[in-house]
């Protein structure tokens, strides 16, 4: 068995798209992922799984789909490897509450560095690495022109982001 993470997007953000943990784990649990925990009210699944982590990822978007009616976004990332992201990454330097790690299903868009640039203020930082963006937002994410673009300049794609203070969390409770 593989200990992951499954990152739901944009769950129990305001009064839109309630998911209850309890409702999430035992869903989880229903589709045969054992070791089932989550972390905050946000969208962290803890889990382990023999399966592909892609066939991971579609059959809890389906089945979140199915049991709360609306799309949900997911990426699922193995334990290990948020271990050694938290370990890499380019900001650690930073407040861990606004240094984030963005997970995406696939490789992000070239050329979305430059386009972050563009819009950051003082003090932002960014990196994308293949299906991961590293990404300093200095003064909060959610005051930030480049934060609030993120979104748009990555579709047909997604991005969820995760504070280091999270996932580092994560990691610890992996073990």
């Given at each position: 068995?593989?200990?992951?993470?499954?990152?739901?997007?944009?769950?129990?953000?305001?009064?839109?798209?309630?998911?209850?943990?309890?409702?999430?784990?035992?869903?989880?649990?229903?589709l045969?992922?054992?070791?089932?925990?989550?972390?905050?009210?946000?969208?962290?699944?803890?889990?382990?799984?023999?399966?592909?982590?892609?066939?991971?990822?579609?059959?809890?978007?389906?089945?979140?789909?199915?049991?709360?009616?609306?799309?949900?976004?997911?990426?699922?990332?193995?334990?290990?490897?948020?271990?050694?992201?938290?370990?890499?990454?380019?900001?650690?330097?930073?407040?861990?509450?606004?240094?984030?790690?963005?997970?995406?299903?696939?490789?992000?868009?070239?050329?979305?560095?430059?386009?972050?640039?563009?819009?950051?203020?003082?003090?932002?930082?960014f990196?994308?690495?293949?299906?991961?963006?590293?990404?300093?937002?200095?003064?909060?994410?959610?005051?930030?022109?480049?934060?609030?673009?993120?979104?748009?300049?990555?579709?047909?794609?997604?991005?969820?982001?995760?504070?280091?203070?999270?996932?580092?969390?994560?990691?610890?409770?992996s073990?």
């Amino acid at each position: 068995m593989t200990v992951r993470v499954a990152f739901l997007r944009g769950i129990n953000v305001g009064k839109a798209h309630r998911v209850p943990m309890a409702e999430l784990r035992a869903l989880a649990t229903g589709l045969g992922l054992t070791d089932v925990a989550t972390h905050l009210q946000s969208g962290n699944l803890l889990h382990s799984s023999e399966a592909d982590p892609e066939a991971d990822r579609l059959r809890l978007a389906a089945a979140l789909e199915e049991a709360f009616g609306f799309t949900v976004d997911v990426v699922v990332v193995e334990a290990d490897r948020l271990a050694d992201l938290v370990a890499a990454h380019p900001f650690a330097d930073g407040d861990p509450k606004r240094v984030h790690l963005g997970f995406a299903p696939g490789a992000l868009p070239h050329g979305l560095r430059d386009e972050l640039e563009a819009l950051a203020r003082e003090g932002e930082r960014f990196e994308p690495r293949d299906d991961v963006l590293f990404a300093d937002f200095g003064q909060g994410v959610h005051d930030s022109r480049a934060g609030n673009a993120l979104a748009r300049l990555v579709r047909p794609g997604f991005v969820t982001l995760r504070n280091l203070a999270t996932v580092g969390a994560l990691v610890e409770r992996s073990r």
